[in-house]
Each structure stands twice: as C-alpha cells, then as structure tokens.
Nanobody, 127 residues
Framework: QVQLVESGGGLVQTGGSLRLSCAAS????????VGWFRQAPGKEREFVAA????????SYAESVKGRFTISRDKAKNTVYVQMNSLKPEDTAVYYC????????????????????WGQGTQVTVSS
C-alpha cells in the first residue's frame, strides 16, 4: 500500500513560483515512478510530469516544459514539482500518483498507468 499526500498549493500571481510536494508512506514508493497530473474546472485531468524511481529520467507535458521541474528526495520519500513562470492556465487541482506496476525506470504519462493517487492540492494563478 502507498499513501500520498500533496502540499504546497496556493494562490500566486502570474509569473510567480510554487513548489508542490508529494509525501509518501509505504516501503515500495522509492522504487516506483511518480507522476503529477492536474485538473482544471470543467476539463479532463491531464499529465504534467513524471519521474523514474531514481530520478534518472523525467518527462514533461509540452505546456509546462521549461517552466516546471520534477525531482525526488528518496531519503525523505518525497517527490516535488517546482513550478516557475506560472500562468493563469496553470490553475488547477494538482495530483501526484505512484505507478507501482510500471517499470521502475519508466516515466508513464497515462492516468491508467498509476494506481495510487493523492487527494490533490489547489493551485490558483491570478492574472
């Protein structure tokens, strides 16, 4: 079992930065890929970024590439996403998820690849 808790969301102005954290419990978390997804009001949940088990591989949605950076601290069992140059269209509930059945070295982009999800944290970017 893996339990995920997101934190770090909030209200920020356009151009600002936030760092989201995904803290995990469960002994297998450190061996699994982890992803971030987001869901804006009235829209489908979409992929944001993913990181392999050791941080050696990362993957980003085109819309956030160059602005967001995903990383993980295995000692703290935590995955982060640093979000810079935020735009109003980044406003959404952000979720982290763990993919316990996928290859450890992979960076899955599909929601169905992930089997454990956090409760989400709200990010609001004002114009």
């Amino acid at each position: 079992q893996v339990q995920l808790v997101e934190s770090g969301g909030g209200l920020v102005q356009t151009g600002g930065s936030l760092r989201l954290s995904c803290a995990a419990s469960g002994r297998t978390f450190s061996m699994n890929p982890v992803g971030w997804f987001r869901q804006a009001p009235g829209k489908e949940r979409e992929f944001v970024a993913a990181i392999s088990w050791n941080g050696g591989s990362t993957s980003y949605a085109e819309s956030v590439k160059g602005r967001f950076t995903i990383s993980r601290d295995k000692a703290k069992n935590t995955v982060y996403v640093q979000m810079n140059s935020l735009k109003p269209e980044d406003t959404a509930v952000y979720y982290c998820a763990a993919a316990t059945t996928m290859a450890a070295w992979s960076t899955p982009r599909g929601q169905s690849d992930y089997d454990y999800w956090g409760q989400g944290t709200q990010v609001t970017v004002s114009s």
